[in-house]
């Protein structure tokens, strides 16, 4: 009989799809990840939902002002997010979005069961609606403020049906009582339970004045609430009304991840919906804190949002993981600051982890031929790293633990002891100094192996935080084993076995200038936030700063990350002569060239005016990179890129030139 793991299933919030991603909905994304991975070392069959809320009166609000209908507003910016999760390579099990038939069954379904058991009534309802909360607003702030996110909100009145929550208030009190880890962390655990304990009114459950959305199962004229389509979704994605065996296998989720403001949502509604349809509860319900932004909420609404690719595409996937579990204390809210995020990065990763990895792996290659060494008789051992080995496995206990209790700054801290001890025993013991002593030799491989075992259980601890680079050290120490499947509560010191063969050493975080980076990620937010603009502090991605990966390329990697020559080679490089130039009006950086191709004649628009006038470019030869979708800078289409280098700490871009006369249209290899 094949060994059965435990489940594990947790969500994340189903993103309202009136906006695109946010480093915010990133948060919570890359939070579920960590665990999910974590649990998944721990030996778990996890499963790892997120998925679009797509229907209510933002949505469709949102489509009317961009001309397009609801569905297709929602297409677009659900593929944004399933874009934006493959790039960032969250390892996502099932995506969920609300227009899919599947959640029409599944929610008709639960409803029906709700409404058999009679929790469900028509009723009427005139009062006042807040739009941004989709909810009914029963006791509005003056001047008809919602209390919730103090907007204005609307007069409605319509015939309802309702779900009878005021019957749920024991039967959610003593569920709080009984488990007291239901709701998490205790504050908002008792924010619920003040809320509760006021009473509680029946909820409307449908709406006749909105459109889009699934219809109550036998009365067109109403639609099912956005929220109790939204909450149901976690159902549907694993199969509810759909795939009775999936459902059996996960159902209940272990944990909802979930943004603070929609608490009441997740640990008030969505329990009662469910003991009215008599399905099993969730088991726990985590509302984090928020990221602000110069002590603001980030979000949509206020238009001050951070994007995660600039911070990916700069100084990879990881370091974007690393900066968002260590700076925010999970549960409270954290400002961001892109100078936090760089002082972090050179700190903790280039100074700190990547230092400490690429100086043993070299220290491996210079002193023992790539093999390493074994350790020095027990004895001697106990002289010579017995407190390493000591603190690696105080530090494995204490981080474990850390990541049981979602601390993720905590168990990162604790991580970060390791690198800190690890770099103070090779700055105690010298091996450079005892490498020039024959006599040494054997001291000398034991200070290795201990270094070596010690960034062992650094890479698997740190596992869950950073995947991409734990796994690219693991390999450079010589691990033929999957660090994905290593349980991190039984690391043993030693298994590294003398011997084994290191890779290469290789720096996984470069140090980054932080002038520089901080405005290349500004340009890229600036081309993010306004995709038809210039970016106001750097040149245009028609001409990327060397190392740059373009701003906006889809897919593009981490700048450190290595791509294999088949990725290099789908970018086509053509030689081309500039046959005109000329100045856009209102824009100072960038120019429209017409550049002969060989084949064609194409529209190139680049950001080349701060070096060159227009005069100076016509006959040039230039590397054009000739395979790039068009895009709009300024309103001017722009078919290709025009190769420069960015020079000095401005990015001035200069172009290149050819040894030799080469015709238009020559590739480059
Ligand atoms: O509320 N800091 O969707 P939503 C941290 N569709 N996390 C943030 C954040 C910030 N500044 N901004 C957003 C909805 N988030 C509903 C959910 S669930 C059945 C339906 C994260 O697009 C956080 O997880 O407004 C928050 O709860 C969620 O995004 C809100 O996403």
Same mark, same amino acid.
């Given at each position: 009989?094949?060994?059965?793991?435990?489940?594990?299933?947790?969500?994340?919030?189903?993103?309202?799809?009136?906006?695109?991603?946010?480093?915010?909905?990133?948060?919570?994304?890359?939070?579920?990840?960590?665990?999910?991975?974590?649990?998944?070392?721990?030996?778990?069959?996890?499963?790892?939902?997120?998925?679009?809320?797509?229907?209510?009166?933002?949505?469709?609000?949102?489509?009317?002002?961009?001309?397009?209908?609801?569905?297709?507003?929602?297409?677009?910016?659900?593929?944004?997010?399933?874009?934006?999760?493959?790039?960032?390579?969250?390892?996502?099990?099932?995506?969920?979005?609300?227009?899919?038939?599947?959640?029409?069954?599944?929610?008709?379904?639960?409803?029906?069961?709700?409404?058999?058991?009679?929790?469900?009534?028509?009723?009427?309802?005139?009062?006042?609606?807040?739009?941004?909360?989709?909810?009914?607003?029963?006791?509005?702030?003056?001047?008809?403020?919602?209390?919730?996110?103090?907007?204005?909100?609307?007069?409605?009145?319509?015939?309802?049906?309702?779900?009878?929550?005021?019957?749920?208030?024991?039967?959610?009190?003593?569920?709080?009582?009984?488990?007291?880890?239901?709701?998490?962390?205790?504050?908002?655990?008792?924010?619920?339970?003040?809320?509760?304990?006021?009473?509680?009114?029946?909820?409307?459950?449908?709406?006749?004045?909105?459109?889009?959305?699934?219809?109550?199962?036998?009365?067109?004229?109403?639609?099912?609430?956005?929220?109790?389509?939204?909450?149901?979704?976690?159902?549907?994605?694993?199969?509810?009304?759909?795939?009775?065996?999936?459902?059996?296998?996960?159902?209940?989720?272990?944990?909802?991840?979930?943004?603070?403001?929609?608490?009441?949502?997740?640990?008030?509604?969505?329990?009662?919906?469910?003991?009215?349809?008599?399905?099993?509860?969730?088991?726990?319900?985590?509302?984090?804190?928020?990221?602000?932004?110069?002590?603001?909420?980030?979000?949509?609404?206020?238009?001050?949002?951070?994007?995660?690719?600039?911070?990916?595409?700069?100084?990879?996937?990881?370091?974007?993981?690393?900066?968002?579990?260590?700076?925010?204390?999970?549960?409270?809210?954290?400002?961001?600051?892109?100078?936090?995020?760089?002082?972090?990065?050179?700190?903790?990763?280039?100074?700190?982890?990547?230092?400490?990895?690429?100086?043993?792996?070299?220290?491996?290659?210079?002193?023992?031929?790539?093999?390493?060494?074994?350790?020095?008789?027990?004895?001697?051992?106990?002289?010579?790293?017995?407190?390493?080995?000591?603190?690696?496995?105080?530090?494995?206990?204490?981080?474990?633990?850390?990541?049981?209790?979602?601390?993720?700054?905590?168990?990162?801290?604790?991580?970060?002891?390791?690198?800190?001890?690890?770099?103070?025993?090779?700055?105690?013991?010298?091996?450079?100094?005892?490498?020039?002593?024959?006599?040494?030799?054997?001291?000398?491989?034991?200070?290795?192996?201990? #270094? %070596?075992?010690?960034?062992?259980?650094?890479? +698997?601890?740190?596992?869950?935080?950073? @995947?991409? !680079?734990?796994? $690219? =050290?693991?390999?450079?120490?010589?691990?033929?084993?999957?660090?994905?499947?290593?349980?991190?509560?039984?690391?043993?010191?030693?298994?590294?076995?003398?011997?084994?063969?290191?890779?290469?050493?290789?720096?996984?975080?470069?140090?980054?200038?932080?002038?520089?980076?901080?405005?290349?990620?500004?340009?890229?937010?600036?081309?993010?936030?306004?995709?038809?603009?210039?970016?106001?502090?750097?040149?245009? #991605? %028609?001409?990327?700063?060397?190392?740059?990966? +373009?701003?906006?390329?889809?897919?593009? @990697?981490? !700048?450190?990350? $290595? =791509?294999?020559?088949?990725?290099?080679?789908?970018?086509?490089?053509?030689?081309?002569?500039?046959?005109?130039?000329?100045?856009?009006?209102?824009?100072?950086?960038?120019?429209?060239?017409?550049?002969?191709?060989?084949?064609?004649?194409?529209?190139?628009?680049?950001?080349?005016?701060?070096?060159?006038?227009?005069?100076?470019?016509?006959?040039?030869?230039?590397?054009?990179?000739?395979?790039?979708?068009?895009?709009?800078?300024?309103?001017?289409?722009?078919?290709?890129?025009?190769?420069?280098?960015?020079?000095?700490?401005?990015? $001035?871009?200069?172009?290149?030139?050819?040894?030799?006369?080469?015709?238009?249209?020559?590739?480059?290899?």
């Amino acid at each position: 009989m094949p060994e059965t793991k435990p489940k594990y299933y947790l969500t994340t919030p189903i993103y309202y799809v009136n906006a695109r991603p946010h480093l915010g909905h990133t948060y919570t994304t890359v939070v579920a990840d960590t665990i999910a991975r974590f649990m998944r070392m721990c030996g778990y069959d996890v499963v790892l939902l997120t998925g679009t809320d797509e229907h209510g009166q933002k949505v469709e609000r949102a489509a009317k002002a961009a001309g397009v209908t609801p569905q297709a507003y929602a297409d677009r910016i659900a593929g944004e997010y399933e874009q934006l999760w493959k790039e960032l390579d969250l390892s996502i099990d099932r995506f969920i979005r609300t227009t899919e038939p599947r959640q029409e069954r599944a929610v008709h379904r639960l409803l029906l069961q709700a409404k058999d058991k009679g929790y469900i009534y028509k009723g009427f309802y005139e009062g006042q609606y807040c739009v941004f909360d989709e909810m009914y607003v029963d006791e509005p702030l003056p001047g008809g403020l919602c209390p919730e996110c103090k907007r204005p909100t609307e007069k409605v009145r319509e015939e309802n049906y309702y779900f009878k929550l005021s019957e749920f208030q024991d039967r959610l009190l003593k569920l709080y009582e009984e488990q007291p880890d239901f709701i998490q962390p205790e504050t908002r655990r008792n924010e619920v339970m003040a809320f509760v304990r006021g009473g509680l009114r029946d909820l409307s459950v449908s709406r006749t004045t909105i459109k889009w959305g699934i219809p109550w199962p036998d009365d067109e004229k109403h639609v099912i609430y956005v929220w109790y389509d939204a909450l149901t979704s976690y159902m549907t994605g694993i199969g509810y009304g759909d795939d009775e065996v999936q459902w059996e296998k996960y159902w209940p989720a272990e944990l909802h991840l979930i943004g603070k403001e929609i608490l009441r949502f997740h640990a008030v509604y969505w329990p009662a919906f469910l003991m009215a349809a008599e399905e099993p509860l969730p088991k726990k319900i985590f509302a984090h804190g928020w990221w602000l932004f110069a002590d603001e909420k980030m979000s949509k609404s206020r238009g001050n949002m951070q994007y995660p690719q600039p911070i990916a595409r700069t100084l990879g996937i990881d370091a974007l993981r690393y900066f968002l579990l260590r700076e925010m204390v999970f549960g409270q809210d954290g400002n961001f600051s892109r100078d936090a995020l760089l002082t972090r990065y050179n700190a903790d990763l280039a100074n700190g982890l990547g230092n400490l990895a690429s100086r043993i792996v070299a220290m491996i290659h210079q002193y023992f031929g790539g093999v390493l060494p074994p350790p020095v008789p027990e004895a001697s051992l106990s002289q010579i790293a017995v407190a390493l080995a000591s603190k690696a496995a105080e530090v494995q206990d204490v981080a474990v633990q850390y990541y049981e209790e979602f601390k993720f700054s905590d168990a990162l801290e604790s991580i970060w002891e390791l690198v800190a001890a690890t770099d103070q025993f090779l700055t105690e013991k010298k091996p450079w100094a005892l490498a020039k002593d024959p006599a040494k030799q054997a001291e000398l491989g034991e200070v290795l192996f201990a #270094a %070596a075992q010690s960034l062992r259980h650094i890479v +698997a601890l740190a596992h869950p935080v950073l @995947p991409h !680079a734990s796994t $690219k =050290i693991w390999k450079q120490l010589g691990e033929r084993t999957d660090i994905a499947s290593q349980d991190p509560k039984h690391l043993a010191w030693g298994a590294l076995r003398p011997g084994t063969h290191v890779g290469e050493a290789e720096q996984l975080f470069p140090r980054a200038d932080k002038k520089e980076t901080s405005e290349r990620i500004e340009a890229m937010e600036d081309e993010i936030r306004n995709p038809a603009g210039t970016p106001s502090t750097a040149p245009p #991605a %028609a001409t990327p700063a060397a190392g740059a990966p +373009a701003a906006g390329a889809a897919t593009a @990697p981490a !700048a450190n990350a $290595k =791509i294999g020559i088949e990725d290099f080679s789908k970018v086509e490089l053509r030689v081309g002569l500039v046959k005109s130039a000329e100045r856009i009006p209102g824009a100072d950086k960038i120019l429209k060239l017409m550049v002969d191709i060989g084949e064609e004649t194409r529209q190139i628009v680049a950001g080349l005016a701060v070096s060159y006038t227009p005069e100076e470019l016509v006959g040039k030869k230039v590397v054009v990179v000739a395979n790039l979708a068009p895009r709009k800078l300024r309103g001017v289409e722009s078919n290709g890129m025009i190769v420069a280098a960015a020079v000095g700490p401005e990015g $001035k871009p200069v172009i290149c030139t050819f040894a030799e006369d080469v015709p238009p249209g020559a590739k480059l290899k």
